[in-house]
């Protein structure tokens, strides 16, 4: 019956016997006595070699000598489906067979997580913040006290089940334990609901909450406030509130990671001989040295001027780009001047020669 040589090992005969039950097991073929009946003989073999007593008699005697054992339910040792679970509970969720422990379920359950989306300016995400956030969230009703009963009324126990949280169906031989439906597993049920929250233990209130938001936080920034989202119903603990932060753009600086980057635009001059120039931050005016023959494209770094890390001590740079501007209209004196100038400082508008080392970075990027 379980397609197994004579001298397997107990595993073999376990293995052999699970695969058979998975099949012909009644909860995987409903109204199909043919697997019913498969699935009972594979039952009884297993009984019978998973005993050494009786696997000892089938050896010398063949099925005549376990006769008493094979043929009916009262022969069935359930001992031997003490690692019952073992066999079929990933399968079917339940290890509680031929009796066994209660599986009795707590009616308190944790509450719901919560998310609130919150827009932020760019300061208040670099600098940081209080919010105030709006939630509508189930709360334990004041009236029960989240038992769900009327006050001076308690839940009474289950008629369904006796208060285990479980009933008992009889399929063939097989004795099954499946969760109560009458009182969900719990073991009672409400017969007094409480008027204010209907029995359900929970009432749905509009809160005002107020959060903070650290500096340093970026677009995108999911930040968990523990123990306030929805209530646990019948007195479980209360969910968690996950506030999703939006950052709006800044019109002069970008974000790149703890640090800033922003555009300056200076004069011919300015570049040429040198300058001291003001340069806006998020905290204030800070002076930048220009240094003479800047260059139009080139990055200079004021250190500290960035966001705060997040978390953490220090904060990032901000990365000044100069572009130089060149004039579009200019009086007679000016181009006179000019021309003066380009006369002295003529530059050869010849391509530059690339060198091995710019050719690589090309390439590589």
């Known amino acids: 019956m379980l397609g197994v040589a004579r001298g397997s090992s107990e595993q073999e005969i376990k293995s052999a016997y699970r695969k058979l039950a998975l099949q012909f097991h009644p909860d995987r073929n409903p109204n199909n006595p043919d697997a019913e009946e498969k699935f009972k003989e594979a039952s009884e073999a297993y009984a019978i070699l998973a005993d050494a007593e009786k696997r000892a008699l089938y050896d010398r005697f063949g099925h005549a000598g376990v006769s008493s054992a094979a043929g009916a339910a009262a022969g069935f040792d359930a001992a031997i489906f003490q690692d ?10 339940f290890g509680d067979l031929f009796g066994g422990g209660s599986r009795r379920r707590s009616r308190a359950q944790r509450g719901a997580d919560l998310r609130e989306d919150i827009q932020l300016e760019f300061e208040e995400a670099v600098f940081g913040t209080e919010k105030n956030v709006t939630v509508r969230r189930h ?21 369904s089940c006796s208060g285990r949280g479980q009933v008992r169906y009889q399929q063939g031989f097989f004795s099954i334990a499946r969760t109560c439906p009458t009182c969900q597993g719990t073991g009672s049920v409400i017969t007094d609901p409480c008027a204010k929250c209907k029995g359900e233990g929970r009432v749905l209130r509009q809160r005002t909450v107020d959060t903070k938001i650290p500096a340093g936080v970026e677009d995108g920034t999911r930040i968990r406030f523990s ?21 709006k753009e800044h019109p002069f ?16 001059t300015q570049a040429a001989l040198g300058d001291e120039i003001q340069v806006p931050t998020l905290e204030g005016e800070h002076k930048l040295k220009i240094p003479e023959g800047t260059q139009s494209g080139t990055t200079l770094r004021i250190r ?10 220090g904060k990032g740079d901000l990365f000044v780009s100069v572009r130089v501007q060149t004039p579009g209209k200019l009086n007679k004196r000016q181009r006179e001047l000019l021309q003066e100038l380009e006369a002295m400082t003529r530059v050869e508008n010849k391509p530059e020669r690339r060198n091995l080392m710019s050719k690589v970075k090309d390439i590589f990027g």
């Open 84 to 93: 019952f679970s073992d066999i079929f509970g990933d399968f079917f969720g």
């Open 139 to 159: 709360e334990t009703c004041e009236e029960c006290r989240g038992s769900g009963a009327a006050p001076g009324k308690a839940p009474v126990t289950c008629r």
């Open 227 to 247: 123990g306030l989202g929805e209530g646990g119903a019948f007195g479980g603990p209360a969910g968690d509130l996950y506030v999703v932060l939006h950052v």
């Open 253 to 268: 600086f970008e974000r790149e990671g703890n640090d800033l980057h922003c555009v300056i635009p200076i004069s011919f």
């Open 304 to 313: 500290g001027k960035g966001v705060p890390v997040l978390n953490g001590h």
